[in-house]
């Protein structure tokens, strides 16, 4: 999937030569140079530019948070750093033409798709976590309202038969009946618990500050 | 301060202690920090050990041998969260063992949140799992850290010895602790609805940055591993086999040998030879020996109450204080506790000191384990300080109380089976009654469950 983007970036913008996607730690995930080179190094370097840009901005107290993309021009290659999730970047290296302006929105769609595939940032984790726990409460309330439902049938049951309209054993029905009060009390212990771990989450989420990182508001 | 600072200051005082209050010649100096003829020059033997395995260290990270290992390994898992956990899990106590705790968490623990960042998923758990289980690398082999190295010179016991003795024990702890990992995140770890794609995407070629360095390190590696397994430290010591091994490779690679040497961790060689030369004053003044007599006669001629004190007393100290000095102050105390012992006992107390200084840094967070906190939060994904001290502080409770069963198994074999056996009946007897008992027995029990997860991992 991100091979098909990266091969999409290079058709929709020939003069990119090289590819590089990798995290701020210096890993790279892909990249079109060859194996040959030292990759590894490469992705190093590569991190090591963006925290050295950092440091620049931190001793002139400028706001390095959230960069957008750092561009460098020499005679025959342009290097352009993009940022794509929380941690991750992609380095286009260009051939350089004379009077040809980059058009780097021909490939927002496809940088944008990378960004979803290899990085999400905490934001977007906490927000999936709390989808997930939505989905286990209402799990829960589906088999708790299944147990009250069973509950009211055995309550009409338990009845008949002490009535003498229905044959069974009053004992057991009775004992069934307690014994799916407590599942339901503990579902409802359940519910309660994860109803309160959603709030947290919701309440973590509202504390982080907005971090916009989609390549969609670099370009 | 540093700490090599700290110690070599230490050391300077006790120089001057020695020769002028003391009347030691200067040569006491030369003695302290090499060891003696008598002694078969222990801590030389050390120190070329250490630096030789750092240099062979140095050169396979270099080349990328354990992050290309890690990520092939990891994409077996196919993304499963539970083998994800087992796989990443055996890596870092595989490189732990190979290298050390602290390259082993610096290598793996970024690598972690890539992997959960490519699936989408929240590291936490594989975190958490991984900064516990790694110190138990730490007891594989004698390589695998300072202190098993100084032990196993002082104790002369062979590389294979302590890893049957020693690693073996530490295996079986892992599979315990692994399933104890298990138990308390089964709920909490998610199948990865799209990230197992793009991790198969990964190419794991990017990590290395020289394919026939990587051969060679792999080679040389295994060549020292199966060297020190075979040859006898009679005929040849584990440093000169390690030190042969580094110098090949530094020619073999064609690295830059000064850029090599400048690699090398100078600050813990000084801060051991500093340690050396204050512990060294402590023994020859006698001060060691008369607390191991102290302490052997208060802890009675019971040999298996004796070794599982030793266990949970270093244990307790490597919780708060490095577990370098605590080792070598500890190796002549416990060498005059242990002295009326027959030999094939005598080891036992030095097994148990291993195991004790390497894993009680589990039981704070104050020591080097603070390390995997800042990583985590360097890489934007904080974990609770709080959740990682009580993860760590039960695990190595329990992993403690474990190798205290089995010292009891080889020593009183009756007492010890007879343990063992009630803790299984009732393990069983819990197990019979959740399988085969009435609905409420069994939701008590798993009410139980999660209210015991929930108090070590929410």
């Keep these: ?219 | 301060m540093s700490r090599a600072i700290s110690a070599l200051i230490g050391a300077t005082i006790t120089f001057f202690v020695l020769t002028f209050i003391e009347h030691y010649d200067f040569a006491i100096i030369i003695d302290l920090t090499f060891g003696t003829k008598e002694d078969s020059y222990n801590n030389f033997h050390s120190l070329i050990l250490i630096i030789s395995m750092m240099i062979i260290v140095t050169i396979a990270n270099e080349a990328g041998l354990f992050q290309f290992i890690a990520i092939k390994l990891i994409k077996l898992s196919k993304g499963h969260p539970i083998y994800l956990l087992i796989i990443s899990s055996l890596i870092i106590v595989f490189i732990a063992a190979i290298l050390n705790n602290l390259l082993a968490v610096i290598i793996c623990i970024p690598l972690t949140i890539t992997v959960s960042r490519i699936l989408n998923i929240n590291p936490s758990p594989y975190i958490l799992t991984q900064a516990v289980i790694v110190n138990l690398g730490a007891s594989f082999f004698i390589i695998s850290s300072i202190p098993n190295i100084l032990i196993a010179n002082y104790a002369e016991i062979s590389f294979i010895n302590f890893f049957l003795n020693v690693g073996l024990i530490s295996l079986i702890i892992l599979g315990f602790t692994l399933a104890f990992f298990i138990f308390l995140y089964k709920d909490d770890l998610l199948i990865p609805k799209e990230g197992i794609p793009i991790l198969m995407e990964f190419d794991v070629w990017n990590l290395v940055q020289n394919k026939k360095l990587m051969y060679q390190t792999i080679i040389s590696l295994s060549i020292l591993i199966l060297l020190f397994i075979l040859i006898p430290p009679i005929i040849l010591s584990l440093d000169a086999i390690a030190l042969v091994i580094a110098l090949i490779l530094i020619i073999i690679s064609g690295l830059n040998g000064k850029e090599l040497i400048q690699k090398i961790d100078f600050e813990l060689i000084f801060y051991l030879i500093g340690i050396f030369i204050i512990t060294g004053a402590l023994e020859i003044l006698g001060v060691l020996e008369i607390i191991g007599i102290y302490l052997g006669n208060m802890l009675s001629v019971n040999v298996v109450f004796q070794i599982i004190i030793i266990l949970w007393f270093s244990a307790g100290l490597s919780a708060s204080v490095d577990n370098i000095p605590i080792t070598k102050v500890l190796i002549p105390i416990i060498g005059a506790i242990s002295k009326n012992n027959p030999s094939l006992y005598r080891n036992y107390y030095y097994y148990s000191l291993a195991i004790g200084s390497n894993w009680g840094d589990n039981l704070t967070p104050l020591g080097d384990n603070i390390l995997v906190l800042n990583l985590a939060e360097q890489h934007k994904r904080p974990i609770s300080f709080n959740l990682f001290f009580k993860l760590g502080f039960i695990t190595t409770i329990f992993q403690l109380a474990i190798i205290s069963l089995i010292f009891i198994l080889i020593f009183e074999f009756i007492i010890g089976i007879t343990i063992t056996s009630a803790l299984i009946f009732v393990i069983f007897l819990f197990y019979i009654l959740y399988t085969y008992g009435s609905n409420r027995i069994k939701l008590k029990f798993k009410s139980i469950s999660t209210n015991f997860r929930n108090i070590i991992i929410k």
Excluded: W
């Design chain 1, 1 to 219: 999937m991100v091979l098909k983007s990266i091969s999409r970036i290079k058709k929709a913008l020939p003069e990119v030569q090289h590819v590089v996607m990798f995290y701020n730690n210096g890993t790279i995930f892909q990249t079109t140079f060859e194996q040959e080179k030292n990759i590894p190094k490469l992705g190093e370097n590569l991190a090591e530019a963006l925290n050295h840009i950092k440091k620049l901005y931190e001793i002139c107290n400028y706001s390095f948070e959230n960069y957008k993309k750092i561009i460098l021009e020499t005679e025959d290659i342009s290097v352009i750093i993009l940022k794509l999730g929380e941690e991750s970047n992609i380095a286009l290296f260009f051939k350089k033409e004379e009077d040809k302006e980059l058009k780097l929105n021909a490939i927002k769609r496809y940088i944008t798709r990378i960004e979803d595939l290899i990085d999400m940032d905490e934001k977007e984790l906490i927000i999936k976590d709390i989808v997930a726990k939505e989905e286990e409460v209402k799990n829960l309330h589906e088999k708790l309202q299944e147990k009250l439902s069973s509950i009211k049938n055995l309550g009409i049951n338990l009845e008949k038969v002490e009535k003498g309209l229905l044959e069974g054993d009053s004992k057991k029905l009775t004992k069934e009946i307690n014994d799916l009060g407590i599942e339901c009390s503990n579902l409802e212990k359940d519910i309660e618990k994860k109803s309160s771990e959603i709030d947290i989450l919701k309440e973590k989420i509202e504390k982080k500050q907005d971090t916009p990182t989609l390549f969609r508001e670099i370009l």
